[in-house]
């Protein structure tokens, strides 16, 4: 079976074929499960010639992530193996825990497998040996998420400015005019683009930014407890607040409920990212999402674009889009941890 037999039962051209294969969104969905359903029955695995890969060279591609243990990552991964899978490709992950050494043994670890080219996540924006490394490699790279200044390098990346704003917008829209952010680390290009859109909403209301509202995290559970602890047990709280990510809103979450704050009543919250088991809990958290999956599937179909050589641009870079949910915690109607009794 081949890519053109596959075109011809399906009456269709091998590039329709070829665009199913990488995933494009280009294709109507009853042509893709069609061609699809072929794949499946005749067991066609697309040959690495016809990827533009050669059969004697690795198939292998690299991954190095900061979080392993972090949903958003999750869902990252899942994204990139569906298609690593489609390819009949392997798949390396190394997971540095935002920390640089383990960065380092990653990419020497890379290097010695000879893969074919490198997802990465960067645990630092200080990364002239992480720039060092990436160009010893010499294969083809995606910087996922969190850039690396003045890259060279793919990139898929997040709308972190409009999605902060559109979030503190509809904190704003509920009539709240002391709002509050949490932010992720300002180190990070992510954590300060966040508390920009933050600060332009409150900015174009014309609302005061109260530096007694603005708590500095660093994107981890741990830190946005404590610091959500002490604003609580001070008494001195905004009406609303923004979390700059998934695990500093379970960290807000979980101070609030130790000190027997109401999300919802006594103060409102939309957060940055999804968290699947609050929403499989039932609870109202409202936040702007983002597909963390697709993120994943672009990744890897931006790396294979460079490996086929069919990227005609110096860099490409894909901004993913953002969505805002909206469940109830951004309200004074709801008693979020209602569920107590």
Not at 125 to 152: F, G, I, Q, T
């Amino acid at each position: 079976m081949t890519i053109n037999e596959v075109a011809r039962l399906a009456g269709v051209s091998k590039a329709t074929v070829s665009r199913v294969l990488n995933d494009s969104e280009k294709v109507k969905p009853e042509t893709k499960e069609k061609i699809l359903k072929i794949i499946r029955e005749y067991n066609y695995e697309p040959s690495m010639l016809a990827q533009g890969l050669s059969r004697n060279e690795n198939s292998t591609i690299g991954v190095i992530i900061p979080e392993i243990d972090n949903e958003f990552f999750g869902e990252i991964l899942a994204g990139i193996n569906e298609v690593v899978d489609l390819h009949n490709l392997s798949m390396i992950c190394c997971d540095t825990n935002n920390n640089v050494e383990r960065e380092k043994k990653a990419l020497r670890v890379l290097a010695q497998q000879k893969v074919r080219g490198v997802i990465i996540t960067p645990a630092t924006e200080k990364c002239d040996s992480l720039r060092k490394a990436l160009l010893d490699l010499d294969v083809p790279v995606v910087v996922l998420d969190r850039d690396v200044p003045n890259s060279r390098w793919d990139g898929v990346y997040y709308d972190n400015v409009n999605s902060a704003y559109a979030a503190t917008m509809a904190l704003i829209r509920e009539g709240y005019t002391k709002i509050g952010v949490i932010t992720g680390d300002m180190e990070l290009q992510i954590g300060r683009e966040r508390f920009e859109g933050y600060r332009m909403a409150l900015e174009d209301e014309r609302l005061e930014l109260s530096k007694a509202f603005v708590k500095y995290g660093d994107f981890s559970v741990s830190t946005a407890y404590e610091i959500s602890k002490k604003m609580f047990c001070s008494g001195e709280m905004p009406q609303a607040i923004l979390t700059s990510n998934n695990r500093t809103t379970l960290g807000f979450l979980k101070a609030a409920r130790e000190c027997d704050v109401k999300v919802g009543k006594e103060i409102a919250l939309i957060g940055i990212d999804h968290i699947g088991i609050l929403e499989d809990l039932g609870f109202p958290f409202s936040c702007v999402s983002r597909d963390s999956r697709q993120m994943g599937r672009e990744a890897i179909n931006v790396l294979l674009e460079r490996l086929n050589g069919t990227i005609t641009i110096g860099r490409k870079v894909s901004v993913m889009p953002y969505k805002l949910e909206l469940r109830g915690s951004e309200k004074r109607t709801t008693d979020f941890f209602g569920f107590r009794g």
